[in-house]
């Protein structure tokens, strides 16, 4: 007769079918036989009515406890087994964006531009260090903004266009950070101008359930360095608003990325107007 321990192992190696195929092979223990107090003749003619089991052999009275346990341990670990292969799966993750890779080869800038230095793109205090994909759907609720669950920036917005906008300025002039400019030696008796920007907005806004656009706005300040502070030069509002070619995240990120690129050559143009 197999003990509970081989029992186990077979179970282990046949599977959750096995495990079922081994219940159904088991000798069923009718009333008959876990009634505790039985006749010789009753005990002799039960077992003559039993069919030999492989299991646990003629009759399997003796065995009715360990019968019993095994059982339930069977059924214990279907339970089990049932249980790991219903696991849930992963989720999905998430597909990220940028702005592209950026000019395919470096273009030094002119020697006589007058250097300026960019400091840390400022960002709304509710999206602030988010990596989030942003959008409204201005049809039903223009003042909510809602994030993809399945899409997102590679960086925050924020740090995405420090670098569109570096990348874009130093195209015509030497553009430093504030680290870089800490050591700069004045040239010709001034320092470098500081522009700082604020993004304000960042988003896809969606007019419809079908049309939507990505729109961008920022706040640009120039202003001039001394070495007893700084002397505000001009400051302006700029805002982009291109088109999505689809109504997903996709199609919002492009469109943003597109918005991004204009208000970089926007930005420059502006900084050639005052001269700087």
Not at 160 to 175: F, K, P, S
Not at 222 to 249: H, I, K, Y
Request: aromatic fraction near 6%; proline fraction near 8%; hydrophobic fraction near 45%.
């Amino acid at each position: 007769m197999k003990t509970i321990k081989t029992v186990a192992v077979d179970v282990y190696k046949s599977g959750v079918g096995g495990v079922f195929r081994l219940i159904n092979h088991m000798p069923q223990t009718g009333p008959l036989a876990l009634t505790p107090a039985l006749s010789q003749r009753e005990r002799e003619q039960y077992r003559r009515n039993r069919s030999p089991s492989p299991l646990w052999g003629e009759g399997g009275v003796r065995g009715i406890g360990e019968m019993y346990i095994v059982r339930v341990f069977c059924l214990l670990f279907a339970a089990l087994l049932a249980g790991c292969s219903a696991l849930p799966e992963p989720p999905p993750r998430a597909t990220v964006y940028d702005f592209g890779p950026g000019a395919a080869q470096a273009q030094p800038a002119p020697p006589d531009a007058p250097p300026l230095v960019l400091l840390d793109v400022g960002g709304a205090a509710a999206a602030e260090g988010s990596s989030a994909l942003l959008y409204r759907l201005a049809y039903a609720n223009a003042q909510q903004l809602l994030p993809y669950s399945q899409a997102r920036w590679s960086q925050p917005p924020a740090q995405l266009l420090q670098q569109a906008l570096r990348e874009r300025l130093g195209r015509e002039r030497i553009v430093l950070s504030a680290n870089q400019a800490a050591v700069q030696q004045p040239s010709q008796g001034r320092l470098p101008s500081v522009l700082r920007v604020q993004l304000e907005e960042f988003s896809q806004v969606f007019s419809s359930a079908q049309d939507s656009a990505g729109v961008v706005r920022l706040r640009a300040v120039l202003a001039d360095a001394a070495m007893t502070g700084e002397t505000l030069v001009a400051q302006q509002v700029f805002v982009a608003r291109r088109p999505a070619p689809s109504a997903d995240a996709a199609g919002g990120a492009r469109a943003l990325a597109e918005a991004t690129a204009q208000l970089a050559d926007e930005l420059a143009a502006w900084l050639r107007q005052q001269g700087r």
